[in-house]
Each structure stands twice: as C-alpha cells, then as structure tokens.
C-alpha cells in the first residue's frame, strides 16, 4: 500500500523529519487560498500514484496568484497517466543548493533491511542505481538490533555528504529507518532531500509504501488507505474484492489461483496468440462466492472478450469453484462472454460434476483451455 | 530415497486446531505421514486428527520425539511459531502461512542462520516424497514415485508441471515448493544442492517466476555445482512489473535482473532448457531420462 505524498509527508514530519510547509487543496480558490498562507513561491502539486508527475506536468512552480490559478486549473482534474487528478499539494518551494537520496528497503537477496543515501539527489534514482551503483551509498541493517547510529554516519559519509549537513542528514536517515520498522515499510524515500543555502536538510518529497500484510497492527496507516486508494475503476473494484489483480492491454480475461500459475497462464496465451485483458490471482482457498466475485470482476471489463479459468486446486477445492461460476452465470439470461474452465487437483471430480456445463466450455488441459479461450476472443474480434 | 522427508519423519503440526491445520493434518495422515502431534498455546492435553495436542513445540519434541514442524498458524503469530520451531532445535520446519509480514520474515531470517533447523517456505505449499509422506497441503494424487526432484517458487505452477510429467510416467523423488515471499529460508540453491547429491535424483525441475535474483544465483549455481541435468520454466514473460515490486527495490541491485528474460538467459547460459510451456518442461525432461 502507498500512501500519497501529503500523508506520507505527515507521517515524516510527525516524526520530526523537516518538511516544508504545505496544504492539501482541491480546487482552484483553495489553491490560491493555501499559496497565501504559505507565500509565494509555491510548487502545486497532483496527489496522485504515479511516477514522473513532474514531468509529465503534475508539478508546476508559481510565483503569484495568476500563475497558481493557472496551475491549479490546469492539473486539477488532468489525466495524468490514467489517473485523474483530483487533489494538488501547494508547498513551500524550498530555496536549494544541493539535493541528496535517502531511503530505506528490504534487500530480499540478504534478508536483511538496507539503508542507502546519494548525493545524486533530485533525479531518477534507479537510473543512478543502474548507470553508477557506486554513487549510493548502502548499509545493511541487523533485523533484531536496528539501525546504529554509526551506520547511518557511515552511510552518509561514504555517499560523500558534505560535512556541514552529515550530522543533520544522518539523523533524518535515522528517523527514516525507525519509521520504516515500526510502521512496517515495504521502502520508505525521500528524493529530493534538499540542502539549504543556510545548511537546513528538508524533505522535498516523500515516499512510504507500507507492507500490506502487516496493515493488521498499522491501524492508522489502514485508514489512510481508504484515502489513498484511487484510480482504475476496476482496481478499485478489486480492492474491495481483495484480489490480486493488474488491468492489462489485450480482450483474454484470466482468472487463476496462484500467482505463479496465472502468470503462467497469461505466458501461455501469450504463446498461442492471444493477449492478456488481466491478471488475477483468487489465491487459496478460495469459497463459492469469491469465485463468482471474480468472475463480475472480469465481467465488469469491456475489454474482455473471452475468460479462461485456471484452477489447479491444492488448498482449493474444485466442488467449491464450480459452485461460485454456477452462480456467477446463472444469473444471467445471456452469458456476456464466453467462459472457458480447466479444473484440476483436489475435489475436481466433483466439481466438473457441479459444473453447469451448458453455460461454460470445460477444457482438461491447459493448453487446450487457453487455445480455446484464444479462439472465441479472436472470433469476436473479427465479427 | 528421497530428500528432507521420508516415512521416518515425525511431524508436529502447529495450529492443528484450526480448520486448515486439521483438514490438512488429516489429508498428511492418509497419505501416509507421521503425524505424531500438534501444538496450539492452551489446548494441550486435548486430541486433534486422532494425535495428541501441547500447548508448546517443546513439549511435542519431549513427548513424542517430533523432529520436523508444519505451521498452519495464521500470520500475525506465525512469526513467532516459526521462532518456536527454531528453538525447539527441530531438523526441519515448514510454514505453509500466507502473508506473513516481511520484516516478521527478516527476523526469523536472522535467527535462521544460527541454529541448525532448516526452513521451507513461508508461504509455500510444502514438500512432498511420493509414496512416503508429504509435509504440507499439497494434492497427493497428482505425484508419483520416480527419478525427478522438483524445486519451485509458486505452488499451483508447481501441480502444473508436476501433472505434466505424471502423465508421462515420469514420477518425482521429492517435490519442494519453496515459496515465493521476498525472504523464505531454502532457496533454489539449497534445494538444488540436495537434489544433486541424491543418487536417486536423476533430473531436476526448477520452476521459477519473475522477481528478485533467486533464479539467477541458482543459474550461477548449476553451472558450477550441479552435474544432474535440469529444466526450467519461468513464470511471468508476459506479466508487467508486479505492484509489489516497489521502487527502492530496484536501486538495491541497480535494474536488469529480476526479468524473465535475465532469468531464461541466465539458465540458458547455464545449460539449463527453459521450457515455454509447462509441457515443453516435461518434454526436456524426458529427453533427459532418454
């Protein structure tokens, strides 16, 4: 889960991270509102979850109330890569000689947490990470002990920080990692970390992705995700379903369970010609009713010309998963796409004879499944 | 023969109260496992799926010479269930929980790399000797006795392509869903490192997907380690990068790995046939065993 800026900003600055004064504003009187207050100069800027908002025109500098009505009229309500804006942050432009790079992850190769920093601040960083590695900085964090004081000074004065502000950029590092661990970050960034002709450090922007499966004991983060959730219609409509799932380009729509044998299933339609409307993974164990959700999902998509269902049960049960596609399609009076089912693995005898078998195709492979599904898309496409 | 379990395997089964853990500790029963106990914090005394019930692993370990763990507990504690196995001093653990959280994981990781109990999963749908015993929830119908070791990040691809070579006759010595969390405890390469040094073992699968480097080490691996042929699949060619795999992620290594196309190249180079379909794996395979 990712929060917005402006709550990731809260997040940090409750925690004693300098941040730059700023406002939450939606429309174009509370832009212009919210820059007096602060005083201009003010950056505007679309509360959205996209990278590269800058460029792509979500971020606008504005010296005086004409150019913030200007700005504010022109990001409020934009398409800014899919997503509508509805939100702008107006911030204190901070006055910089330097941008720095901090952030905390978890490195998945050693299991372990690691702390980075770059005075290659301000630009994208995993261009940085790529063309010269060695311009970051990395420390790797004992899991059951935390971060030591000492490894943030490391970290900070290995990426070659300037004297006067290390002890201040070693503190935000510090902050950023205690953050990180009791708030149960997936990664926590600020990029930039500016510098201040007056030596100040301040967090120019701010990145906290929170790790979804311990949202349990993050009861305040959860509730901010009722707020930071937004965009795509259907994955908003997923969300509410909890279901994995990616909205993709192409008309075949793909239910499975189990990340690796979706993707595999989308590989395969791939390979026989088709192309993928989505990925979705109903995960394990999955009842009746979620197989039917899953299916009004895909539904719900006018792309989908054709659903192939992949279920390989192990902790699913194939009687279960008939069940929930009997009921998904009985409702209606004409199938609004055509459906294709492969079940297989435990209790999918039973299932195959639950299965309503005037209402789908049942195929015994895979293979066979994702040909056919293949088939009825391109026949409606032609038609 | 077979790796890590056999029909000597005495098993605890953590969580063997709630509704997964007794279905499943059933389903291990018939297949022939030996169950010998379960462990659930206050129900000791009690008997679940025919099997005495302690209120911690110390005591399943004491009473009943339990030597191997599988966890049906739900993530919030499965941590520290996976803790308690730990210090049990246990051979071996299996966590078949999903969704445990990852610094939960980095922790236990931490304290993984001081005893001497080895870890499978989390997250995972466990291991499996045919005609022996199985750890876990995988479907035991769909495995047969045979030659091949299979080792895999996701747990449905893994009945996929077990399928395919059972309909073959082309039957497994153990099969190992190692999970695919960011932080699990054996990876590829301890699995392949088993699997190599199985004289029974005379082919291997390894089924990977896009994410991470696991795939890529073990490559690195096979070319210098291993002597038993092995095929590969990998999952997600087509799949665009997963919500999950978050920003920071790819400044860790730099970006560039993690692809399905690094990974095929990878095992390519390595010698290892990396199949487009889950048939075109048991193809290889087959020609393997000529």
Redesign the interface.
């Known amino acids: 889960m990712k929060l917005h800026e402006y709550q990731a900003k809260q997040v940090f600055a409750d925690a004693g991270i300098p941040t730059p004064a700023s406002q939450l504003a939606s429309d174009v009187d509370g832009v212009v509102t919210a820059a007096e207050e602060i005083g201009y100069p003010v950056a505007v800027k679309a509360q959205v979850q996209v990278?590269g908002r800058g460029k792509a025109g979500g971020i606008k500098l504005v010296e005086d109330e004409d150019e913030a009505r200007e700005a504010a009229d022109s990001i409020l309500g934009m398409d800014l890569k899919g997503y509508r804006v509805d939100r702008v942050l107006v911030e204190e432009a901070v006055d910089f000689t330097n941008e720095l790079y901090v952030?905390?992850?978890?490195?998945?190769?050693e299991?372990?947490?690691?702390a980075?920093v770059s005075t290659r601040g301000g630009v994208n960083?995993?261009e940085v990470?790529?063309e010269d590695?060695d311009a970051?900085a990395?420390e790797h964090v004992?899991?059951?002990f935390g971060m030591h004081p000492y490894q943030a000074r490391k970290a900070v004065y290995d990426a070659g920080v300037g004297r006067s502000v290390a002890r201040d950029v070693s503190n935000v590092l510090m902050t950023l990692y205690e953050l990180w661990?009791s708030r149960?970050g997936?990664?926590?960034?600020i990029n930039p970390l500016m510098v201040t002709s007056d030596d100040e450090v301040i967090a120019a922007d701010a990145?906290m992705?929170i790790?979804e499966?311990?949202l349990?004991?993050q009861p305040e983060l959860a509730e901010m995700e009722e707020e930071a959730a937004g965009g795509d219609e259907l994955e908003q409509k997923a969300d509410e379903y909890d279901f994995d799932y990616?909205r993709?380009e192409g008309n075949v729509g793909i239910i499975?369970?189990?990340?690796?044998?979706v993707?595999?299933t989308?590989?395969?339609?791939?390979?026989y010609g088709g192309e993928?409307a989505n990925?979705l993974d109903v995960?394990?164990?999955a009842k009746a009713q979620r197989i039917s959700n899953a299916l009004d999902m895909v539904f719900s998509d006018d792309n989908v010309d054709s659903v192939v269902f992949n279920i390989?049960?192990?902790?699913t049960r194939g009687d279960e998963v008939a069940r929930g596609i009997n009921e998904a399609l009985e409702q209606f009076d004409d199938i609004p796409k055509p459906v294709v089912v492969r079940l297989?693995?435990?209790n999918w005898e039973e299932g195959m004879e639950i299965l309503n078998e005037d209402l789908v195709t049942v195929e015994q492979t895979?293979?066979d499944a994702v040909q056919r599904a293949v088939e009825y898309a391109g026949e409606v496409n032609d038609q | 023969m077979s790796v890590l379990v056999d029909d000597d395997t005495r098993v605890v089964v953590q969580g063997i109260t709630g509704g997964e853990g007794k279905f499943h500790a059933e389903q291990m029963m018939e297949y022939g496992t030996n169950v010998v106990a379960g462990a659930v914090p206050g129900k000791g005394g009690q008997e679940a799926a025919g099997v005495p019930v302690y209120d911690t692993v110390h005591e399943a370990v004491e009473e009943e010479n339990a030597d191997t763990s599988v966890i049906f507990v739900p993530p919030a504690f499965a941590g520290d269930a996976i803790f308690e196995s730990l210090d049990s001093g246990l051979d071996l653990a299996v966590a078949i929980t999903e969704g445990i959280p990852t610094q939960d994981m980095a922790r236990v990781n931490k304290r993984l790399s001081e005893t001497d109990t080895r870890l499978i999963g989390p997250n995972c749908p466990g291991l499996i000797t045919p005609g022996e015993a199985k750890l876990g929830i995988l479907p035991g119908n769909i495995f047969a006795e045979g030659n091949v070791g299979l080792v895999s990040r996701s747990g449905t691809l893994t009945y996929q392509v077990v399928d395919s070579l059972t309909n073959r006759g082309i039957g497994q010595t153990t099969a190992i869903g190692i999970g695919g969390d960011p932080i699990i405890g054996t990876d590829f390469v301890d699995a392949l490192e088993l699997f190599e040094n199985d004289p029974d073992t005379d082919a291997i699968v390894m089924c990977g997907e896009i994410g991470g480097e696991d795939e890529e080490e073990a490559a690195a691996y096979i070319d210098e380690h291993v002597d038993t042929p092995v095929a590969g699949f990998i999952a997600g060619r087509t799949a665009p990068p997963g919500k999950r795999m978050g920003h920071a992620g790819a400044i860790v290594s730099g970006s560039g790995t993690g692809t399905a196309e690094s990974k095929i190249n990878a095992l390519n180079d390595a010698g290892v046939p990396v199949g487009d379909t889950p048939e075109e794996v048991a193809d290889h395979i087959e020609e393997f065993l000529g």
Not at chain 1, 111 to 114: D, E, Q, R, T, W
Not at chain 1, 266 to 271: K, R
């Open positions: 990278g952030g905390i992850t978890m490195d998945r190769g299991g372990k947490p690691v980075m960083i995993e990470a790529e590695p970051i990395r004992d899991p059951s661990e149960d997936a990664d926590a960034e990145v992705n790790d499966d311990a349990f004991r990616v993709l499975g369970n189990g990340a690796g044998l993707m595999t989308l590989d395969l339609v791939d390979h993928p990925f995960g394990g164990g390989f049960g192990g902790i297989a693995g435990t895979l293979e």
